[in-house]
């Protein structure tokens, strides 16, 4: 509260914003929760996360993108479901909140190939990428040989709500996701994105861009398995950056 001198007369003023913290606010620090892919739909904030993921993308056409390529379904049961079945058993999701409300998020799960974005991949299972059995914890491993590190992994699905950009939301969910499977025994991360949306944002956080991992998609191009479906309005380049987790 301060005073204001008009004409003679003093005025209270009353400062709201001092006391209520807007969006743009960047001291606030955000909580976050790193969750297992398969618990998504039994979380309570998950359909304003559904939203949020939503409508960070520019390109929200599910037709015209090849079959691997993870768009959310619209429906918040469905999408949790599509989601949870690509992070598989052994993925995470973190999320970061502000104010109670997630506005950010990432998954992580093992490294599934290099050419898994246009469908081509061969098929890879966690135990390949780690190099040998991967046991699961639990009573019927007791005395079994200690599991061995998965040392490859990926992201998928880095979404911030658009209302909540600039704040550098994105870059702490995967600096959250680093430190998990740094933990595990990680020694690089993956990420797949389309330039036109991240811009140099991955380059920012240490990714280097793989030479021949990337591609494009045309204008017109339609996916092969849903040829009435709707046709790409503009050029999408895709594109392929590694960090190596020391």
Known sequence: MSQLRIRGKDYQVYNLS??????????????????????????PYWPKLHRTIIDAYRHKILDVFPSSWMRLDPDPSIAAGKLAAELGPLGYYAVAFLDGQPVAGAGVLPFRGKDYVLGNTTKQTAAQEAGGPVH?????????????????????????????????????????????????????????????????????????????????LPKGFRNDSRPDGEALKNDIHFTMGVKVLS
């Open 136 to 216: 699961m914890p639990g009573p019927a491993n007791s005395g079994a040989e200690e599991p061995r590190a998965i040392k490859d992994w990926e992201l998928c699905c880095v979404a911030t709500d658009p209302m909540h950009r600039e704040r550098g939301l994105a870059a702490h969910v995967v600096t959250r996701l680093e430190e998990l499977i740094r933990e595990k025994g990680a020694r690089s991360l993956t990420t797949r994105y389309i330039e036109e949306e991240s811009g140099p944002f991955w380059r920012k956080l240490g990714f280097q861009t793989q030479a021949g991992a990337g591609g494009l």
């Open 18 to 43: 001092l006391a209520t913290p807007t969006i743009m606010d960047s001291a606030i620090p955000p909580t976050t929760k790193c969750i297992p892919g398969s618990s998504l739909s039994t979380e």
